[in-house]
């Protein structure tokens, strides 16, 4: 396993790691995320999913509902942004989606926005997918929001994966075998 002391190590490393394909990310902010991807690999296509509206409930102390709310427009050249909640936008996008995907950055923070957007993407988590979490664990509490989201569908899709990489910071990176 790669192990990065930061996450922007990370999230400018990993796409090397990844086989070629489209990049999608879910938690979109302001767009840091989607920036440092796009530095690393301007030829991928990248696709953006956020609300834009803030965390739908409270994730744990210091992060409310509605923190993370953005209302400047986010626009990246080569990154599509899908604007809504999860839980209307995901799984009508991912349906019959035809595309090869090398990556998914998932930075939903909460349990529910996570295992909504996984069971989503379902039909796309094939192997060679590598799958970034960017709050996975360090943090108090973490075993009950993307951490465990991820063992449940691990679980649930009968997937076999590899941690490939974390960070020393909250970010860890799955790869599906």
Not at 79 to 105: M, R
Not at 152 to 166: D, F, P, V
Request: proline letters at 6%.
């Amino acid at each position: 396993m790669i192990r990065y002391d930061h996450q922007i190590e990370i999230q400018l490393g990993i796409l090397q790691h990844c086989e070629p394909g489209w990049v999608f990310e879910f938690g979109v902010y302001k767009g840091q995320s989607l920036r440092l991807f796009r530095h690393a690999d301007p030829t991928r296509h990248m696709v953006g999913f956020d609300s834009f509206e803030g965390l739908p409930q409270a994730w744990r102390p210091g992060y409310p509902q509605g923190h993370f709310r953005s209302t400047e427009p986010i626009a990246i050249e080569g990154v599509d942004i899908v604007k809504g909640l999860f839980e209307h936008t995901v799984a009508p996008y991912f349906q019959d989606l035809s595309v090869p995907v090398g990556l998914v950055h998932i930075d939903c923070d909460l349990y529910s926005s996570t295992a909504t957007v996984l069971e989503g993407i379902a039909p796309v988590l094939l192997p060679g997918v590598v799958i970034l979490f960017d709050e996975y664990r360090n943090y108090p509490g973490y075993e009950q929001h993307e951490y465990r989201a991820w063992q449940e569908c691990r679980e649930q899709l009968n997937l076999n994966t590899h941690e490939i990489a974390c960070s020393g910071h909250q970010q860890s990176a799955w790869q599906i075998v």
